[in-house]
């Protein structure tokens, strides 16, 4: 593969993305501020760019914990390509992404992650 075509001239440089960059807002990291967005695109860039799919706000949620408790069954597909942990618990409200999602009742994310969990 190449490396892409060339940008215009002048300009801010777009090309390069902090992907450890926290919101402004909510002193969230950015992949978590995607993921509970459910913004697939973004979570996929992120991590492309580097960001850490294990990250986690100061509750200790990572963005797997936050797509499973939300039923977000893309967003956890894309995590877990990513080689997201799904036996992180979260500090407070506990549990890991596992026991969220069938405490939520999200059955398909509940799949995604028992066939994730017997071919690892």
């Avoid at 060339?6 to 909510?26: E, F, L, V």
Wanted: glycine share 14%.
């Amino acid at each position: 593969g190449g490396s892409g075509g060339g940008g215009g001239g002048g300009g801010k440089n777009t090309s390069i993305i902090d992907a450890s960059i926290t919101s402004y807002t909510t002193s969230q990291p950015a992949l978590l501020a995607a993921t509970t967005n459910n913004h697939v695109e973004v979570i996929k860039s992120l991590l492309t760019y580097g960001a850490d799919v294990n990250q986690t706000d100061d509750a200790g949620h990572t963005a797997i914990s936050i797509a499973a408790r939300n039923g977000y069954y893309w967003a956890c597909q894309v995590l877990l390509e990513y080689k997201a942990d799904v036996t992180i618990q979260s500090k407070k409200g506990g549990g890991t992404p596992l026991q969220k999602a069938r405490k939520y009742r999200h059955f398909q994310v509940v799949e995604l992650f028992e066939s994730h969990l017997s071919e690892s």
